[in-house]
Every structure is written in C-alpha cells, then in structure tokens.
Nanobody, 120 residues
C-alpha cells in the first residue's frame, strides 16, 4: 500500500520561503504522477502543483506559478514543493498526493498534510 508522509511545514513571515517534502513508499515511485494540494481554514482543498512520473511537465495553479516549484527525486522517492515569496493567503494545510496513471479517477493516495502558516 502506498504511503505518503509530508514534512517541512511551519510558520514563516510573508515574503519568506519554505520547502515541503513528501516521502513515498509502498510501490514504484517513478510510476506515479505526484501532486500538491492545499486546504485553507474553512475552505475546500484545491490543486497547487503536479509533476509527471519522469519529472518533466510540471504545472501549477495560476496563483503560485511564479513563486512555487515542484520537483521530484526518483532515486529518493521524494517529491518537493519549493515555496518562495510566501503570502498570507498561502496559509493552509498542504497535502501530497499520488496518482497511478494505470488507474483512472485521479489521485488515489494522500498524505496526512503539513501546516504552513504565513503571517504578515
């Protein structure tokens, strides 16, 4: 069974940076597309960024595409989200998700989330 464990969340002032990590286990990491989602307090979970199994073709929601970078290290079974110039509105619980391209229906596996708090 695939397991995802996020880390790297914390509190930071606006304009600061954080790097989130998500460790993958339980299957062949390089077979999976990976994504980051976030859920702000009182709001629904939303897409942030995703990356293909081979690490090319990353894509982002518009609000982060000049500030966040998603990457992966298939040798380390880890996906990252480098976040810069953080804004108060980036405050949320960030979730890592794994999508098996062999199965239709979106992301099948989710981590427990890591909290990012950005203060002004």
């Amino acid at each position: 069974q695939v397991q995802l464990v996020e880390s790297g969340g914390g509190s930071v002032q606006a304009g600061g940076s954080l790097r989130l990590s998500c460790a993958f286990s339980g299957d062949t990491f390089s077979d999976y597309a990976m994504g980051w989602f976030r859920q702000a307090p009182g709001k629904e979970r939303k897409f942030v960024a995703a990356i293909s199994p081979g690490g090319n073709s990353p894509y982002y929601t518009d609000s982060v595409k000049t500030r966040f970078i998603i990457s992966r290290d298939n040798a380390k079974n880890t996906v990252y989200l480098e976040m810069t110039n953080l804004k108060v509105e980036d405050t949320a619980v960030y979730y890592c998700a794994a999508d098996d391209p062999r199965i239709t229906g979106g992301y099948e596996f989710w981590g427990q989330g890591t909290l990012v708090t950005v203060s002004s």
